[in-house]
């Protein structure tokens, strides 16, 4: 809807872990359609005035601060990096630790720098986050020969979490050098820009939140929705 040309030629290639492409997942579901119809659904910029989305909040500040209404003044730039890892597999108790090449300690110590260097950004709006992490052959008393890590870093300032994507990038290069692995992938995924709210919608809602009694924060939104993109 928010008319992305670039979303709608990366769904034509787009797969799941399971090799389902987008287009035969939605048959499937019961949308039949045909990957040049996709910018169909584009709306003109001239369609709508604004767009408003109602969310619960995904985390825990609201609910601590005993607030019910949160207004977003600005929603957090995302951006996903995949990165593997690859070493010398072998048994884990006939290897000794100076012969080794491990992709899994490589991946380890990657999840630190990240928490590392998130934290030296001197914000409280940088956030990573290493959601996947995963071994090759993936049994305990197995060597792992191979590493795969997906990372979410997000920050309302685009820069600062670009300099953070640098810095983690960096230490993948010196990781895989100390630890003699191979750095085979590191790809940033998604890079997305940081959106803000009109403030013509900001103070209706809070006109409509005083009117109507109710407390209400000013806050950002660290979660990204439809919001982030039709603010486009």
Same mark, same amino acid.
């Given at each position: 809807?928010?008319?992305?040309?670039?979303?709608?030629?990366?769904l034509?290639?787009?797969f799941?872990?399971?090799n389902?492409?987008?287009?035969?997942?939605a048959n499937s579901?019961g949308y039949?359609?045909?990957?040049?119809d996709?910018h169909?659904v584009?709306?003109?910029?001239?369609?709508?005035?604004?767009?408003?989305?109602?969310?619960i909040? !995904?985390?825990?500040?609201?609910?601590?601060?005993?607030?019910?209404?949160g207004?977003?003044?600005?929603?957090a730039?995302?951006?996903?990096?995949?990165?593997?890892?690859?070493?010398?597999g072998g048994?884990?108790?006939?290897?000794l630790m100076p012969?080794?090449?491990?992709?899994?300690?490589a991946?380890?110590?990657?999840?630190?720098?990240?928490e590392k260097h998130?934290?030296?950004?001197?914000?409280?709006?940088?956030v990573?986050?290493v959601?996947?992490?995963?071994?090759?052959p993936?049994?305990?008393?197995?060597?792992?020969?191979?590493s795969?890590?997906?990372?979410?870093?997000?920050d309302i300032?685009?820069?600062?979490?670009?300099?953070v994507?640098?810095?983690?990038? !960096?230490?993948?290069?010196?990781?895989?050098?100390?630890r003699?692995v191979e750095?085979?992938?590191?790809?940033?995924?998604?890079q997305?820009?940081?959106?803000?709210?009109?403030?013509?919608?900001?103070?209706?809602?809070?006109?409509?939140?005083k009117?109507?009694?109710l !407390?209400?924060?000013?806050?950002?939104?660290?979660?990204?929705h439809?919001?982030?993109?039709m603010a486009?």
């Open positions: 809807m928010a008319g992305s040309m670039e979303l709608a030629q990366s034509k290639g787009t799941d872990n399971q389902v492409s987008f287009v035969d997942a579901a039949k359609i045909h990957p040049e996709l169909n584009f709306l003109n910029q001239d369609t709508y005035f604004s767009f408003i989305e109602l969310h909040e !995904q985390g825990p500040i609201l609910e601590k601060e005993g607030v019910p209404i207004i977003v003044t600005a929603i730039a995302p951006a996903s990096i995949k990165v593997e890892f690859e070493g010398n048994h884990a108790g006939a290897v012969a080794r090449n491990d992709a899994g300690l991946a380890a110590e990657l999840a630190l720098a990240v998130v934290l030296e950004s001197g914000s409280i709006d940088t990573g986050t959601g996947i992490l995963q071994l090759h993936g049994a305990i008393n197995s060597i792992p020969s191979k795969h890590l997906e990372i979410d870093l997000r300032d685009e820069k600062r979490r670009n300099d994507i640098k810095k983690v990038h !960096q230490s993948a290069i010196d990781i895989s050098k100390v003699a750095l085979s992938e590191f790809k940033i995924v998604n997305d820009p940081p959106a803000l709210s009109d403030k013509s919608v900001v103070n209706a809602m809070e006109f409509s939140a009117q109507l009694g !407390q209400y924060k000013l806050m950002i939104s660290r979660a990204y439809d919001s982030l993109f486009r």
